[in-house]
């Protein structure tokens, strides 16, 4: 037998979900892995996150199928005892105010149906039983049962130590280093940091290392803590999705900037609420406009809201692309060079999933997954693209 190839030194740049997932798959299959994160770990759309591990609100096709797989990927990692205690299974409900959006769900859940999804659909009686208090607006709803939810920094903390692997923070890359078409390490504040192997997972970020500016698209999102419900256990079963969350989910482009309602029931007795979407904003600034208008949508589906104080407002920045699906893959001309950014808010549910398929491609190997829809070629000859022409 021809001996083996030596594992790579791999260079992860990014401390989120998916930069912590590849350098846990690595280190697991034995390869060096040094982690370079410019502020710290899940500082950025990580650590902003409502900790949805759902199928319920994907788009149908490659989005849906990945979330499948990466769902059960979560509970493997927890059979592995790797997750333990960090990810548990929670019912989404979505749910619809117009006929327009009962038509929606009702075209989501024939899509997920398709997809082997359990599903269960609810009328309002159905969904009273379950959740009461709704607001009369709520017309009807969908059950997902078996979805999850994971805190995301808890699982990157988890992911670093079991792989035993120290980030270097506030360690900003700079440039990636090219020799004769191949990248061969990175140019950071520390200095010249050699690799085989260079992975970018650094979300938004990554846009000014790659030259992504017509590519990746940064969106706020603000979201809202309240005080507590209940002593020390969620309120109701799972998170509420409104339709139109839905529908900016399974957009083909970026959309307009909206309030989409998610109430999410939190194990602490708190609520989550959110979110904006607002693109092409970069600041992590709340304002009393926004959080007023997603504050009507939820005392408007959940009038028992009203007796919650607001407690804290923050908002994060997601990446996501022209045609909102995510980039995963080798670079089309660069070798050495993989990219994994433009989650748009799917990081939490398909990190795991997409670092263990990243951690293959760094050392030669094929994923498990079928990711061709995500390749960084589909964007190749973009004339504001330069890194990826």
Known sequence: MPPSRPLPHVVVIG?????????FYLARAGARVTVLEADSPSAGATGASDGAVSVASKRPGTMMRLAREARDLYAQLVSEGVL????????????????????????????????GELILPLSRHDLLQRIPGLGASVLAGLKVPLDGHAIGYQVVNRLLSCASVVPR???PVHRLVVLNG???GVESSAGLIPADVVVVAAGFESSALLGLDEVLIPRKGQLIITDRATAGFAAFPGPLMSAGYLAAKRATS????????????????????????????????TDIRTVSAILREALDVYPALARQRVIRTFAGI??????????????????????????????ICLGPLIGAAVARLACDREPAQDLSALSPRRFQGATACGALS
């Open 15 to 23: 401390a989120g979900i998916v930069g912590a997932a590849t350098a």
């Open 84 to 115: 333990t205690d960090l990810f548990h299974t929670r019912p989404t409900y979505l749910f619809a105010r117009s006929a327009a959006e009962v038509a929606l769900i009702d075209s989501q859940g024939r899509d997920l149906a398709s997809q």
């Open 169 to 171: 923070h506030h360690t």
């Open 182 to 184: 191949r990248v061969t």
């Open 254 to 285: 970026p959309g307009q900037n909206s309030v989409n309602l998610v109430i999410d029931p939190l194990r602490t007795g708190q609520f989550l609420i959110g979110s904006s979407r607002e693109a092409g904003l970069t600041d992590r600034q």
């Open 318 to 347: 997601r990446a996501t692309t022209r045609d909102g699906l995510p980039i995963v893959g080798r670079h089309p001309t660069l070798d050495g060079l993989i990219i994994a950014t433009g989650m748009q808010g799917d990081g």
